[in-house]
């Protein structure tokens, strides 16, 4: 009983989890002697072993052997949701990243059943731990990103994004499919939205008093995706969520809630960062106002 | 609202809900029907709960697709003001609309399943069981099943989400789809043609039919799946069911699936008509209302229960 207790102390203290350490202490040059280990303890099919050789041969000449996992991780990251094994940057030869991918699989497949059956499923762990520190590396690195893309997405349709009113619904439906405002090849989301909308809240200055001005908006607005962007407080006035552009209707005539396109309508555009907004219309009645981006009435205006 | 684990052996199980807003105690009824399937063994298991409603209420809010259903029905229904029912409308109507017209809510979800399923892999490793090793079962139910196809074909096929089930060794022990409306999702999308965005990013509408996930390399294919199990009821037409009948234009049918179609009768423990006179009988003698309940075809915990031995042998296999 005490003997079989010590057995599973010991197997215990060397199977260990991938932390964070572990992952730095572990290198290409370990994967590489582990896959090594695995091949010569345990009896794997001709044309595996011969495959496996030809890899680890890759590897052992990359230049890359003293890269610890989470190195190894980040230089040979593949593309979001690209099908092939190539990283995007191209500075790390494709045949040392197939090399590493393909190693990997056989770690989890043909060597680690001919590794098991030849000595057992501990001991298989622990000569291949390295290459899982390596695919915890590589996991860390995906859910990081992963995270990133939510966020993305959260800051163009979460609770602090700019509604939408039912036309610019339509609107948005109809041209997400185009190339920077439905999701790019990548899954992240397009920072763009069309904007179509009433504001009857600009504020200006004429005849020695303050007047409303109402306005149709027509235009773009742009996301700001970065991690420094869309926070609060000044940060975020300075660094806001979105920025939009467009041309801008007034009627005739200033005061609130008017049909911007009643007699000579007034032409000219507007800007916004973040929430505050900019006018300007031109004609004999030209004027420079400024609004806050809200609805007054859910999917209206 | 990734969930992360502790394991407390080399087992662990995701559910992951239908339609409806689904939060921290919604599954709880659930997971403690899944327990009870795995009696003693339930200890031997992590247990997930992937959480994405928030996902489908940003666009939700965002549209105000509540108030557009609640200015439609006072327009349509003599001004009736309920702006609660109009929000639970919106919510369930939402659920179904979002992954069908909208390209990001798509992508939304999908990414907050793949994150959950990255993290549970993770959580694997550190508790010393590396991926190839670990047995992971999905439970799904109704709108779950079909996100749940289109992640795992998804994993299967992009490398940089690290979850190949040949390259990554991922595989999951079972996935358990409990009332699947791909075929009929399949369906609706080659009725709607191009209203639907960019129908080809989705599996389930893919030429060539509805197929198991898996990873294809050197001609041979691994599927995400040792055992991939489809169930529905013979009452329930989400699973393509419609009164005891097959809808072959709704049932989800996947070549390599273990198919189970339950027996179903809408009144709880009334198959026959002699149940019925049995049961109006004792009413009488006991001069009582006769009880009868109706039994929701769809429910999940229905087919949970329905199925606690199968359930117990596939997790524990």
Known sequence: MAHRLIHLLIVVALVQPATAAAQEAVTLRDIVAAMEEARTRSKLAREIDAELVA???????????????????????????????????????????????????????????????????????????????????????????????????????????????????????????????????????????????????????????????????????????GDRWGGSGLGGVIRPAYMTLGLAVASEDDGALRWPWRGEARLGGFVSWGQVKVAYVAGDNQRLMVSRQFQIVPWAF | MTMTHDWPGERAILLVHGIGDAGPDDYTDLVDAVEKALGARAQEFAIYELYYNFINNWFKDKTALATQLQQARMLFSSGVNDPELSETIAEYAGDVLWPVLSRSARAAVREAYLLQLKQIVRDGISAGIDPAS????????????????????????????????????????????????????????????????????????????????????????????????????????????????????????????????????????????????????????????????????????????????????????
Request: proline share 6%.
């Open chain 1, 55 to 225: 890899h680890l041969d890759v590897l052992r000449t990359s230049g890359m052997l003293d890269h610890t996992a989470p190195a190894l991780a980040e230089a040979t990251r593949i593309p979001r949701m690209s099908a092939i094994a190539r990283t995007a940057s191209g500075t790390v030869p494709q045949k040392v990243v197939v090399a590493l991918y393909e190693v990997k699989g056989l770690r989890n497949n043909e060597v680690r059943d001919a590794l098991e059956a030849a000595t057992s499923v501990e001991e298989a762990r622990r000569v291949l731990a390295p290459v899982t520190a390596f695919q915890s590396a590589q996991l860390d690195l995906s859910i990081e990103d992963s995270e990133r893309v939510l966020r993305m997405y959260e800051r163009k349709f979460g609770p602090a994004s700019a509604r939408l009113n039912g036309i610019e619904v339509l609107l948005n439906y109809t041209i997400q499919r185009l190339p920077g405002f439905g999701p790019n090849a990548a899954s992240e989301p397009g920072p763009l939205e069309v904007i179509a909308s009433y504001s009857p809240t600009y504020v200006t200055y004429a005849g020695g008093e303050p007047r409303m001005v109402s306005l149709s908006e027509f235009g773009l607005r742009h996301y700001f995706f």
């Open chain 2, 134 to 317: 670990q047995k992971i079962t999905i439970i799904a139910h109704s709108l779950g099943c079909f996100y749940t196809y289109e992640v795992l074909h998804t994993a299967a096929t992009r490398p940089s989400h690290t979850l190949q089930p040949y390259t990554d060794g991922v595989r999951f022990d079972n996935v358990i789809l409990m009332a699947p409306p791909i075929q009929l999702i399949r369906r609706v999308g080659e009725t709607l043609g191009a209203v639907i965005p960019n129908r080809n990013e989705l599996a389930a509408c893919a030429e060539g039919g509805l197929q198991l996930p898996g990873q294809l390399r050197k001609g041979k294919m691994t599927l995400s799946a040792r055992n991939w199990v489809s169930m529905t009821g013979e009452l329930d037409p989400v699973g393509g069911y419609f009164f005891h009948r097959r809808a072959s234009w709704a049932y989800t049918d996947i070549a390599g699936q273990v198919s189970i179609v339950d027996p179903q009768s809408l009144l709880a423990g009334i198959t026959s008509k002699a149940d019925l006179v049995n049961v109006l009988r004792s009413s009488l003698s006991e001069k009582k209302k006769p009880v009868l309940t109706i039994d929701n075809p769809h429910s999940w915990l229905g087919y949970v229960t329905r199925h606690e031995q199968e359930l117990l042998q596939w997790l524990t296999a």
